[in-house]
């Protein structure tokens, strides 16, 4: 796109492509980062989800370097980390898995941690962390197995999708929801537009969807 600076997106998230839309940005380009997610022993939720979403911007730079086209870009990466006080719950790819999260979240009250890290032209990295609190209903067993059979759990954090089925088991939210979703907009469009992106360019021709 002609008239603003080149913008890279170091995520393959779709949900992440579609908050951005949403806010009027259309990336130049989408870089994902392949990098390890596996949180480290003893490891807290915030700082998984700061050191991640910084290694995902590492990787998305160093691409972008070698690229002509994109190389003084701004590149923009996240990673949401779901967690019941200390535990942090996996990005759920297995049945087990995802029944597991959605019994531990039952009824009770959960955190949704998502780093957001933006590389400048410069190649200076600015960071910040944002926290959601959610509380679900508390969960049959039929529930949790037909949800299970909607497939929409797989590849998410603590095992579901806020902006689909699961949407109905949240009980109270306090804080972000597109953060929940993977994307907390807000503080996104805030922080691009204080590095100078010019995050009205895209509005002026926006069609409501």
């Known amino acids: 796109m002609l ?30 980062a392949d990098v390890d997610e596996t949180p480290r022993r003893g490891e ?19 691409s972008v370097q070698l690229d002509d086209e994109l190389r003084g870009a701004f590149i923009l990466s996240a990673d949401t980390v779901v967690a019941v006080g200390r535990r942090i719950l996996p990005k759920a790819n297995l049945v087990d898995e995802a029944a597991q999260c959605l019994r531990l979240l039952s009824g009770r009250n959960h955190r949704v941690y998502t780093a957001i890290c933006l590389v400048t032209p410069r190649e200076a990295f600015r960071q910040r962390l944002v926290e959601t609190r959610v509380r ?16 929409e759990w797989r590849g998410k954090a603590g095992g579901y999708a806020v902006q689909g089925i699961a949407g109905s088991f949240v009980v109270k939210m306090v804080g972000s929801y597109s953060n929940v979703v993977g994307l907390p907009l807000y503080e996104t469009t805030t922080l691009l537009g204080g590095e100078g992106f010019p995050i009205r360019f895209g509005w002026l021709n926006a069609t409501a969807v």
Do not use: H, M, T, W
């Open 3 to 32: 008239g603003r600076p080149k913008f890279v997106l170091a995520s393959g998230s779709p949900r992440r492509l579609s908050l951005l839309n949403q806010a009027g940005i259309d990336p130049d380009a989408l870089r994902p």
């Open 44 to 62: 807290l939720p915030r700082a998984c989800a700061n050191r991640l979403a910084r290694a995902k911007a590492d990787a998305a730079l160093k």
């Open 136 to 151: 679900f209903k508390r969960l049959s067993e039929d529930d949790i197995q037909a949800y299970i059979g909607s497939g």
